[in-house]
């Protein structure tokens, strides 16, 4: 197996009720084929047109991927004529839709309730069989087989089920292992190379602020599998210092990418109910908060959790999603506030005793060259999804602000040109603080005190970067001051307002960069 290109697996999220699950079987890829026509309205409401063909297609396209169906079956199916135990019957890079819910269905199956840990059984079988059918009875192959696990909703957390669970501890007591290639009690190889997901409740699934209950028996519905305590159940977290979200050990969280949602008004399921009760900062079902691991590099767009305008189906997704497995670069982005200055006033009054209060807003997004209609990453203010942090945050406690990660592929860079490029926006609102816990109106007006465009060129020899309003948009004029710690390239970009600017702030992006293979 030739690295990065392993198979990859697809496992879709939560469906609900029996007819949602019905409806779920009945499609061959279970949602991975669906693409859109569209992207959001224009400033008149007219629709835009932009034809994302689906993931699927466009892992065929760009890297020469197959899917795993032939004739009306996978292509290890006995009924296959090439089906031969001990053969090589798929290529390497070929993607497999792990139908976790067909034996639950009436259509297809039994029509039961499955649990979460029998799902994660279910896929230790299948990357087993997919094992087989790329690698036959070669053992070279079969001791460098890995998969890459792209994951939807609840499709993330029977991942790291199987990652956190079944593959560390066995199978549960009661459930059948025949097969599986499992030690109970000792840890077996998980064969997962990286783990991406799509709008995953990482840390459960809150309503009005609330965690979804635990309802046990009268569960009819599995929502149980969202509550906290139930997830640290089936995710065998025991310690109370370990956080629901986190990968405990499993796998390195540097390998799963956690890819997030801020757009909950077009999200329609559930007749319209939970974008209302789950509201900004939130894909419609996930809080941002909520849908990353910790630890693991992470970003946002502004896209639903399902649907038309959904994370699954988006040219920012697959970008995110391509990168992630196959590319060259990872580029991590963190915001270092030095100082903040305050309006005269309000400075006054600090200076003078005051209970001083103040809301950033931080506007953040990445883009790369070449890419008119996606962003890789992208928080905003008007899209009620901007980086929110306290006066005391920055100043008392000074925590720095994680933006996002991202990767550069040298595949895409043009021909005559050997930079690998990409663009950070960077926006600061107005604050409207409050002194005494009453707000300050006077000196206040609102907008942006701060708005940049940074380019920056990577290569081999050096980092160079600009600023749009100084050297041009897309100019790259200053060389970086590079530090290497551990083969990380690490620079400093200052940015900040004017020095005498009020309200104001000075501080620098620090740009960590790595090879990624």
């Known amino acids: ?145 890995k998969v890459h696990l792209v994951a939807h909703s609840m499709g993330g957390l029977v991942s790291r089920c199987y990652l956190q669970n079944i593959c560390r501890h066995g199978a549960p007591k009661g459930l059948d292992d025949t097969g599986l290639e499992l030690e109970n009690g000792h840890p077996s190889p998980h064969y997962v190379d990286k783990l991406f997901t ?87 079902l996930v809080m941002i908060a909520n849908a990353y691991t910790k630890g693991s590099p992470r970003a946002v767009a502004h896209r639903s959790h399902s649907g038309h305008f959904g994370l699954v189906n988006s040219e920012s997704g697959y970008q995110n999603l391509r990168r992630f497995l196959f590319g060259s670069l990872r580029i991590k982005a963190v915001l270092y506030v030095d100082r903040v200055d305050l309006p005269p006033g309000v400075q006054e009054k600090y200076d003078n005793g005051a209970e001083v209060r103040g809301s950033y807003y931080f506007d953040t997004s990445m883009s790369v060259r070449a890419g008119p209609n996606y962003v890789m990453n992208e928080r905003r203010y008007s899209r009620e999804s901007a980086i929110f942090r306290s006066f005391d945050t920055l100043i008392t406690q000074k925590k720095p602000t994680y933006l996002f990660t991202g990767y550069l592929t040298r595949s895409a860079r043009l021909a005559s040109d050997q930079a690998l490029m990409f663009q950070i926006t960077l926006g600061v609102r107005v604050p409207l603080f409050e002194i005494n816990k009453a707000f300050w109106f006077d000196e206040h007006f609102e907008g942006f005190m701060y708005e940049e465009q940074i380019t920056l060129a990577i290569r081999s020899e050096s980092i160079r970067y600009g600023f749009s309003q100084k050297h041009g948009i897309g100019n790259a004029v200053h060389l970086a001051d590079e530090r290497n710690e551990n083969g990380h390239r690490t620079i400093n970009v200052p940015v900040g307002t004017a020095v005498n600017a009020r309200p104001g702030f000075r501080g620098y992006l620090e740009i960590i960069v790595d090879d990624w293979r």
């Open 1 to 145: 197996m030739q690295a990065p290109f392993y198979p990859i697996i697809y496992v879709r999220g939560f469906a609900a009720t029996m007819s949602e699950i019905d409806q779920t079987t009945a499609d061959p890829y279970m949602g991975f084929n669906i693409g859109s026509s569209v992207l959001r309205q224009n400033h008149t409401g007219e629709a835009i047109p932009f034809y994302f063909e689906s993931p699927l297609i466009r892992l065929m396209k760009d890297h020469g991927y197959v899917d795993a169906f032939k004739d009306g079956g996978y292509l290890d199916d006995p009924l296959q004529d090439d089906a031969k135990a001990g053969s090589i019957i798929a290529p390497t890079k070929s993607v497999w839709v792990f139908r976790y819910y067909e034996r639950a269905s009436e259509l297809l199956g039994n029509g039961q309730r499955v649990s979460m840990e029998e799902f994660a059984l279910d896929l230790r079988r299948f990357i087993l069989r997919v094992r087989d059918a790329t690698c036959g009875d070669d053992p070279d192959l079969k001791a460098n087989f």
């Open 198 to 284: 799509y709008g995953s409740p990482h840390n459960g699934i809150d309503f009005l602020g609330v965690n979804v209950p635990d309802l046990g028996p009268l569960d009819r519905f599995q929502v149980s599998n969202f509550h906290r305590d139930r997830m640290r159940e089936y995710l065998k977290i025991s310690k109370k210092s370990v956080g629901v979200n986190e990968l405990d050990g499993s796998l390195d969280p540097a390998r799963c990418f956690c890819f997030i949602g801020s757009n909950y008004k077009d999200y329609e399921a559930f007749f319209g109910l939970s974008k209302r009760v789950t509201g900004p900062a939130s894909d419609g």
